[in-house]
C-alpha cells in the first residue's frame, strides 16, 4: 500500500469522517420511515402500546415473540407519550444507541486492535447492513450492540490500570444499570468479567480481586432484581424453545452425529452472512481466523474479552437457553469486526506473508460490498414488509361493503395501521391460524383443512380483500400464501392485485359458485398438494 494512502489511513481526521458517513446512513435509513414489519408491530402494539408501565411488570401478554428487555419498552413508551404515535418515535431509541455505537466502537476499537487495524475496523461497523437496518428497528438489538460497547470499557477500565473507588463505583452502577437494557448483555457480563477475575487471580493481584468482589457484586444483585421483577415472566416459554429449535438456533451438545457437526460448520459461517452481513463470507471467515491467531498471540487477555462473550451464549445455547443465530447475536457483530480487521491488517505485514498486496486485494474484498452497499441505501432504502403501500391501495381502491381478509402473520401490522388506513372491526377480519401457538414449526395436513373451511365462509361475497406480508413461514415448505391464492381461485376469480416489498394484497370475486361437488372427498384429495411441488 502506497505511502500516501497510509498518511491517509493515519489521518487523524479520517475515523470522524467515517463515523459522520455511518451516522448519515443510520439517519437517511430512519428518515425513510420504512412499514413496521411483523416483529416490530407486535412488539409495540402488544408489549408496549398495549399496556401501562405497571403492566409491563406483570406477565406478557399472550404474543410469540418474548418481550424486550423492560427498559427498552419504558423508552419506547415514554417517546411515544412525547412524540405520539409514529414510527419515528418507536425507532428514535434504536438510533440514538446505533449513533452513540459508532463513537463508542471508534473508542473501544483503539483499546483493544491496532491502530492500522483501526479504520479498517470502524469503516466496516460503519456501514454493514445489519447495524444500519437495526438502527432504525423498534427492536432492542441496536441497544444490544451499544451495551455490549459500554461493557468493553468498562472491562477495560477494570483491566487495566489501578482500581480506584471512583473506578469500582462507575463500573458497578454503570453495569447494574445496562443490565436493565439489554437481555444479551448477560453473556457479554458474564464472559468479559471471567476473563478479568481469572487474569487479576492467576497475577495474584489481590487488590484487584477485592474490586472485582464489589463490582460483581452490584451486577449480580441488580441481575437478581432483574429476574425476580421482570424475567421470571418469561422462564419456560414452549414458544421460545420450539420456535427457535424449529430455526436450528440451538448448539447440539455434546455432537452426536455428521448433521449434528455441520450445524457448527453452518452457523459458523451464517454468523458472516445472516448476522454480520457480509456479500463474502469465505473471505470474512479467513481473515476472522487470521484475526484470531494474531490478537490471541499478542494480546490474549485482550482476545479472551472479545470472544468469551460468544462462548457464553453458544454455552446457552447448548442448554436451548439462547438461540445462537440471526439478529438475536448482532451484540457478537462488534467483536466479530473488530478481529477481521486485524486479520486484514495481518495480511499487510511483510513478517507475515511475502506478498503484501494480497492483503490489500482482501482488504478490497472485504470492504467493497459494505461500501457499495451503504451507498445504494442512501437511494434506496432497506426494505423488509412493506405493508404501507398496500394498505394504501387498498384504501384506495375499495368500495362500500368491501371486506378485508386479514391473513393471520400480517394481523399485527395491520392492527398497528388500521386506524390510519380507517379500517374498523366493521370491514375487515382475521384469518384463522391452524396449529400449535407455541409451535411456529408444527404442521399437519389436517392444518390446510382449517384455512380451507375458513376462506369457505367467504363465499357468496362479490368483493373480497385477502392481504398477506410476502415473508411468510414456510412449515413443510408450504408457503400460506401461495395457497390461499391456489384455493381461493378455485371457489372464486382474482379480479386484483397489488404486490410491495414484502407485502400483497389481491381482490376476489367469490360470488360465483364454484362445482366443487365432485372434489370434496375423491379428486381435491388427490391434487391437494400438486400446488407446491
Known amino acids: 500500500m502506497s505511502k500516501r494512502f497510509d498518511a491517509i489511513l493515519e489521518s487523524g481526521k479520517l475515523p470522524w469522517i467515517i463515523i459522520g458517513y455511518g451516522i448519515i446512513l443510520r439517519i437517511v435509513q430512519y428518515l425513510y420511515n420504512p412499514s413496521l414489519y411483523i416483529d416490530e408491530a407486535r412488539d409495540m402494539v402488544s408489549g408496549v402500546l398495549g399496556r401501562s408501565f405497571s403492566d409491563m411488570l406483570g406477565a406478557p401478554p399472550e404474543i410469540f415473540m418474548p418481550s424486550p428487555p423492560l427498559a427498552f419498552m419504558v423508552i419506547e413508551k415514554l417517546a411515544v407519550q412525547l412524540m405520539g404515535n409514529n414510527e419515528y418515535a418507536l425507532r428514535l431509541f434504536p438510533l440514538i444507541a446505533g449513533i452513540v ?142 420456535t427457535f429449535g424449529g430455526e436450528d438456533c440451538f448448539m447440539p451438545f455434546p455432537p452426536l452425529s455428521f448433521s449434528d457437526l455441520k450445524w457448527y460448520m453452518n452457523r459458523f459461517f451464517e454468523t458472516f452472512t445472516e448476522t454480520a452481513g457480509f456479500f463474502l463470507p469465505g473471505i470474512a471467515a479467513a481473515l476472522f481466523i487470521i484475526g484470531c491467531m494474531t490478537v490471541f498471540k499478542e494480546r490474549k487477555e485482550r482476545f479472551l474479552v472479545l470472544i468469551s462473550p460468544a462462548v457464553f451464549s453458544l454455552a446457552a445455547s447448548g442448554f436451548s437457553l439462547y438461540p445462537f443465530r440471526h439478529r438475536m447475536i448482532l451484540f457478537l457483530v462488534p467483536a466479530i469486526l473488530l478481529i477481521i480487521a486485524e486479520g486484514a491488517e495481518k495480511l499487510r505485514d511483510k513478517a507475515f506473508i511475502r506478498t503484501p498486496a494480497i492483503g490489500n486485494v482482501f482488504i478490497f474484498l472485504l470492504l467493497f460490498h459494505p461500501l457499495l452497499s451503504a451507498t445504494h441505501h442512501l437511494i434506496q432504502p432497506i426494505l423488509v414488509e412493506e405493508i404501507k403501500p398496500a394498505l394504501g391501495y387498498l384504501s384506495e381502491h375499495r368500495q362500500e361493503g368491501d371486506l378485508v381478509y386479514v391473513h393471520y402473520r400480517a394481523h399485527p401490522a395491520f392492527e398497528y395501521y388500521a386506524e390510519r388506513y380507517n379500517f374498523n372491526s366493521k370491514n375487515y377480519i382475521v384469518g384463522a391460524y391452524a396449529g400449535d401457538k407455541d409451535d411456529l414449526w408444527a404442521f399437519s395436513l389436517d392444518y390446510l383443512k382449517v ?17 398477506f406480508i410476502a415473508t411468510p413461514i ?60
Open 101 to 242: 455505537s459508532l463513537f463508542l466502537f471508534f473508542h473501544v476499537a483503539g483499546k483493544y486492535i491496532k491502530q492500522g487495524a483501526l479504520i479498517i475496523a470502524l469503516l466496516l461497523f460503519a456501514t454493514v447492513e445489519p447495524l444500519i437496518y437495526y438502527s432504525s428497528s423498534a427492536r432492542p438489538y441496536s441497544s444490544d450492540v451499544m451495551c455490549t460497547l459500554l461493557i468493553y470499557i468498562i472491562a477495560d477500565r477494570l483491566y487495566s490500570g489501578g482500581l480506584t473507588a471512583m473506578r469500582i463505583f462507575t463500573a458497578g452502577v454503570a453495569g447494574a444499570i445496562i443490565i436493565w437494557f439489554s437481555s444479551a448483555s448477560v453473556f457479554v457480563f458474564a464472559g468479559t468479567g471471567s476473563v478479568i477475575a481469572v487474569s487479576a487471580l492467576l497475577k495474584k493481584d489481590w487488590s484487584r480481586v477485592r474490586g472485582l468482589v464489589v463490582v460483581f457484586a452490584l451486577w449480580l444483585l441488580s441481575f437478581g432484581l432483574y429476574f425476580f421483577i421482570y424475567l421470571k415472566n418469561f422462564t419456560g416459554s414452549q414458544w421460545f424453545l420450539k
Open 474 to 533: 414456510l412449515r413443510k415448505g408450504i408457503n400460506e400464501e401461495v395457497f390461499y391464492n391456489y384455493y381461493l381461485s378455485l371457489i372464486g376469480k382474482q379480479i386484483d392485485s397489488y404486490k410491495s416489498t414484502g407485502a400483497s394484497v389481491y381482490l376476489y370475486d367469490l360470488s360465483g359458485e364454484a362445482d366443487l361437488s365432485s372434489d370434496r372427498n375423491g379428486p381435491r384429495e388427490k391434487r391437494k398438494l400438486h400446488w407446491y411441488f
Open 451 to 467: 384455512y380451507t373451511d375458513d376462506l369457505d365462509k367467504l363465499r357468496g361475497r362479490k368483493r373480497v380483500w385477502v392481504l
